[in-house]
């Protein structure tokens, strides 16, 4: 039989998905777990096991030739190691040895997650057809991916363009990476509802804390909910613009489940990258949802795969 599949993980602070991806970016078979974040690296491993597991179980296993790994940053794809900053339980963890060894010995690839979204839009979505593009993912954390010339450039330990990690308030708050002012500590989603608690913002009849509760009362007309995202959009604005100024990005592509959150979002972000991205060959820069929704990591992962196996067109 034809090994005409590829096999595909995203791996996040949230949730560990596993899929089945064919030659055409449809995810045939899907699962996911949560991660175990506080957890030991063992323990950790052994909901990638489980996940891995189902994949397995399914008839369609046979015709896999190679698995794709996506993971939350920053990641080390020469060595095969991660080191998450939300998976605390995994420091230079050989993610890549205990994956193959699950898996019979196949290539196994792997990438950033927010590289893998990029191989997503690039393929599939957003970014398809052109040359220079951000794709950033903005969720638990905030992570991203360049397309430069056309090619998805993943640099050399598969973490080129993390632009959460770019500072934007020189005397911010600590982030968990070891510097500070990040934009993931103002943009990602538990960044923006906690801004907008300790403003004194206080959820719906729903209960929901999370960001999607303060979107909500931000289109209601919130302004303290309004505020931090007001405060998200610039910190991504200012990332944004530093990254276009340096690689001459055309369009910057955003998903993830903050950028669910649509105008709230948005329209500040357009807004503020108006004051940030000033020189004459960033001004026309675009700024777009994600096209590939939900399964983006997935599918990003296995496009990654395919590109490292010389069969991405």
Known sequence: MDQDLLAALDIGGTKIAGALV???GRLLLRTQRPTPAREPGDGVMRTVAEVLGELRAAAQWSRVAALGIGSAGPVNARRGTVSPVNIPGWRDYPLVDG???????MPVTLVGDGVAITAAEHWQGAARGRDNALCMVVSTGVGGGLVLDGRLHP???????HIGHISVDLDGDPCPCGARGCVEGLASGPNIARRALANGWRPGPDGDASARGVAAAARAGDPVAAASFERAARALAAGIAATATLAEIEIAVIGGGVAQAGEVLFAPLRRALGEYATLSF???LEVVPAGTGTGAGLVGAAAACREALGRLV
């Open 22 to 24: 064919d030659d055409r």
């Open 99 to 105: 994956v193959r060894a699950l898996v019979g010995g």
């Open 155 to 161: 640099g050399p330990t598969g973490n080129a363009g």
């Open 282 to 284: 960033v001004r026309g």
